[in-house]
């Protein structure tokens, strides 16, 4: 734990002690200034099997995860790290590249079939899951056909998409639009007959409730009875995501934001562009579409577009990313990995401090939004004693410091919790 302290001072004016502030404070890791703004995430390469000859459809990772202290890639092959600089390549249980992985129930899960580069077979799906990340299991590989075909007599479901919410895993995908698949376990499933989109590419969970994402937005309370929500964007979406109290969609060169799952807001557009990953951390969405694009929503609702490599003829595809262990994980083509970490952030008793007379010092402290705060009070440097606790909910935090006139001095610090 690190911090700074504030000296406060004492010197006399007509008889009385006035409290100047003089100093700076607390080092913590995380994003502010004295507005919001958008925080500068440093990317590095720590993983990629960089090709040596042109490659008219590249191998890749898909999808990554986190769970029991591991990060977790998965696609045609799966990576395994447990601090996501250093990557164990292990082999595949499925021929079927796998589009998605989630963690729960103290298991890994991974589907594939919708979106795919290798096929175990004509039309197939594949479901595996394993305990550690290292060693798997196939639960399912093979062709999946819905009970109740669509109105042109269509079977097809190809799974593309799985989350672990609610005591259960509900996996969705695309074809006939009859079709979700739930677990308790995630080896024993169950074929559920429900009308749901035709493309259900995503799903998210928040605020207690599941949001399905493809060709429109679908709710549903407990993953298998869903209720489709109005959208003014015909675009396909390819990606959901849950954070600080809203969701986040993202796909074919749109990007759209809703605290319900239900009122959706456009946020950002640019028909060139496909977004296959959405991930929220220390404040942040992180929407990558590829090494030079990736868009950085802040806590005021303000996206930017910004590059993860510095070089811009290293252009390579990116599809999964996840927020765990205090960085981000991206994935892509050609097993590249991508690791990105908020620049560290040293918040500060900002301009703006005063005394005032019978009631004490108010402070403005440049803080990280949604994080805990000790603040506490020193006569010699020595001995502390707290003060109060707070929480930030904006990027300066205002509070004040009770007056006592028979101190001659005192010194302030902030501990970020």
Known sequence: MIHRTLAIVPRCAHNRSIWPALAALALTTGLTSGRAGTPTIAWEQVYFERPTTLVRSPSGLDAVTFGNGMFVAVGDSIMVSTNGSDWTKIGSPTRQTLHSVTFGGNKFVAVGGGFFRRAAGPGFSAIVVSEDGFHWTTVLE??????????QGLRDFFLRDVIYAKNQFVAVG??????????????????????????????????????????????????????????????????????????????????????????????????????????????????????????????????????????????????????????????????????????????????????????????????????NYEIQLSEDLVSWRTLTNLSSSAPVLKFTAPDEPRVNHRFYRAIAK
């Open 174 to 371: 695309g074809g006939n639009g009859k079709v979700v698949m739930t677990s308790p376990d995630g080896l024993n499933w169950t074929e559920v007959t429900t009308d749901v989109l035709r493309a259900s590419n995503a799903i998210a969970f928040g605020n207690g409730k599941y949001v399905l994402a493809g060709n429109g937005v679908m709710t549903s309370d407990d993953g298998v009875h869903w209720t489709e929500q109005h959208l003014d964007f015909g675009v396909e979406l390819f990606e959901v995501a849950f954070g600080a109290g809203r969701f986040v969609a993202c796909g074919n060169g749109v990007m759209i934001t809703s605290p319900d799952g239900i009122h959706w807001t456009n946020g950002w557009t640019q028909s060139l562009a496909d977004f296959w990953g959405c991930a929220f951390g220390q404040g942040v969405f992180v929407c990558p579409e590829n090494t030079q694009l990736a868009l950085v929503g802040n806590p005021d609702g303000e996206w930017t577009a910004e590059s993860l490599l510095s070089d811009p003829n290293e252009v390579w595809g990116l599809g999964g990313v996840v927020y765990a262990d205090g960085q981000f994980i991206a994935v892509g083509e050609f097993n590249l990995i991508l690791r990105g970490r908020i620049a560290a952030h040293r918040p500060s008793f900002a301009a703006g401090s005063s005394y005032r007379s019978g009631q004490g010092f108010e402070f403005n402290l440049g803080v990280e939004l949604n994080r």
């Open 142 to 151: 093979r062709k999946i056909e819905a009970l109740v075909p669509d109105e």
